[in-house]
């Protein structure tokens, strides 16, 4: 079964500061990796996903993450954090097989003050 | 290009009724997936379509959710009866093709309140 471990409930950093919000991944095979970004009382938006390549994604808003395959791991990363970006943020993976579903962590805020 | 609809946006209900969801997909997408988001977790698969038939159903708790998709467009979430615990966001998604690559998109989810 995949699963998806986002080790931090939330991540604190000052506006101008560079922030990574971790995540770690289990699934058979090659993973098609995910991340969303959830604001109050909306649903999920799409910031970037890793599909093959270059193991450094970049996404919307100025948000990359690095794809480490040995390290199972595909954090989320931006040089200079904007007090905009404070929300709640998912991981979430599928393997590469036919049908087979989503699964998201359980969420990462990031709350960046000014 | 319109997103995912859904309605209605909030629902408060009591436990043992029932209640329905509606979404409407991006237009043109053949895949869509119905979630739950309890507070504080992420978003959890009830059932995904393909056009009209569905592709994954197993974490769907049958005894009590249904959910159809008719003519492969729109689809509808059902309750009866509710409990308590059904408390939730439910998220409604689309996607354009079957391939694992392409990202879903989301709807604004409704808010379910089972007092």
């Known amino acids: 079964a995949q699963s998806v471990a986002q080790p931090e409930d939330q991540v604190n950093v000052a506006e101008g500061n560079p922030l990574t919000v971790k995540c770690t991944y289990s699934?058979?095979?090659?993973?098609?990796l995910f991340w969303y970004v959830q604001y109050p009382n909306r649903g999920l938006q799409f910031l970037l996903k890793?599909?093959?390549?270059?193991?450094l994604v970049k996404g919307s808003y100025g948000f990359e993450a690095e794809f480490n395959k040995s390290q199972t791991s595909f954090h989320l990363k931006k040089p200079s954090a904007l007090v905009s970006d404070s929300a709640l943020y998912f991981c979430?993976?599928?393997?590469?097989?036919?049908?087979?579903?989503?699964?998201f962590g359980k969420g990462t805020m990031l709350l960046v003050s000014p | 290009e319109a997103g995912v609809a859904q309605s209605p946006r909030y629902k408060i209900i009591e436990k043992r009724q029932s209640v329905a969801f509606w979404c409407n997909p991006i237009?043109?997408?053949?895949?869509l997936y119905w979630y739950q988001q309890i507070l504080g977790q992420g978003p959890k698969l009830l059932i995904q379509?393909?056009?009209?038939?569905?592709?994954?159903d197993s974490q769907l708790p049958k005894d009590r959710f249904s959910a159809e998709r008719l003519k492969g467009v729109d689809s509808t979430l059902k309750i009866q009866p509710a409990k308590l615990e059904d408390s939730a966001v439910y998220l409604c998604?689309?996607?354009?093709?079957?391939?694992?690559?392409?990202?879903?998109?989301f709807g604004p989810g409704t808010r379910l309140t089972v007092l």
């Open positions: 699934v058979s095979g090659n993973p098609y």
């Open positions: 890793y599909i093959t390549g270059d193991n």
């Open positions: 998604a689309s996607r354009p093709f079957s391939g694992g690559r392409n990202e879903q998109f």
């Open positions: 237009s043109g997408h053949a895949t």
């Open positions: 979430a993976v599928r393997d590469r097989q036919g049908y087979s579903t989503l699964t």
């Open positions: 379509f393909q056009n009209n038939g569905v592709v994954d």
